[in-house]
C-alpha cells in the first residue's frame, strides 16, 4: 500500500553563511553564522577581499576583528607600504586584545609611538595645522594607553 511520508526539516539554514560567503556577500553571511568560528572565515574573507580591492583602510578594520595572526597582518601591510592602513589595524587591534595580555599591548603600543613620531615628523612639512592635529592624537593614545606603556622604553 500507499503510505504518507512526513518530513521534518531542522536546521535548514546551517549552510546558508556558506552559500552568501562564497557569493561575496559579506553581511548577509555574517547574519546567518551561528558560532565565532563562522564569523572569523567571513571577517578574514571579507578583509582579505577589500585588501585585494585596494581598500586598505576597511581591510584594517576588518582584519581587527578576526583571529587571523597579528604578524601575518602587520607584514601584510607592510609589503603593500600601507602605513595608514596598518596603524588603523593597530589601533583596532588594541580593543581585541585581553588587557591580561600585557607583553602583546605594550609591544603594539611601542610600535604605534613610533608611527605617531613618525607621523608627526611627516607632517612638519606639511605645515602647523597637520603637525598640530597629528600631537593631539598622539597625546590623547598616550593618555589613553598609558597604562600599557614602558616609560624607559618609550
Not at 19 to 30: N, Q, S, V, W
Not at 63 to 81: G, H, M
Not at 132 to 150: G, M, P, W, Y
Request: glycine residues 6%; contains cysteine.
Amino acid at each position: 500500500g500507499r503510505g504518507v511520508l512526513r518530513l521534518l526539516v531542522r536546521h535548514e539554514d546551517r549552510h546558508v553563511w556558506r552559500l552568501h560567503l562564497e557569493a561575496g556577500d559579506y553581511e548577509a553571511a555574517l547574519s546567518y553564522c551561528s558560532d565565532l568560528s563562522q564569523r572569523d572565515r567571513v571577517l578574514t574573507a571579507q578583509a582579505d577581499h577589500e585588501f585585494e580591492r585596494g581598500a586598505f583602510e576597511l581591510a584594517a578594520l576588518k582584519y581587527a576583528k578576526t583571529r587571523r595572526s597579528f604578524e601575518a597582518v602587520a607584514l601584510r601591510f607592510l609589503r603593500a607600504e600601507q602605513r595608514a592602513a596598518l596603524q588603523t589595524f593597530l589601533l583596532h587591534k588594541l580593543d581585541a586584545i585581553d588587557e591580561r595580555d600585557t607583553p602583546q599591548l605594550t609591544m603594539i603600543c611601542t610600535w604605534l609611538c613610533e608611527m605617531y613620531l613618525h607621523a608627526i615628523d611627516a607632517a612638519r612639512g606639511a605645515g602647523a595645522e597637520g603637525e598640530a592635529s597629528v600631537a593631539r592624537e598622539f597625546r590623547t593614545f598616550l593618555t589613553d594607553r598609558q597604562k600599557h606603556l614602558n616609560r624607559g622604553t618609550t
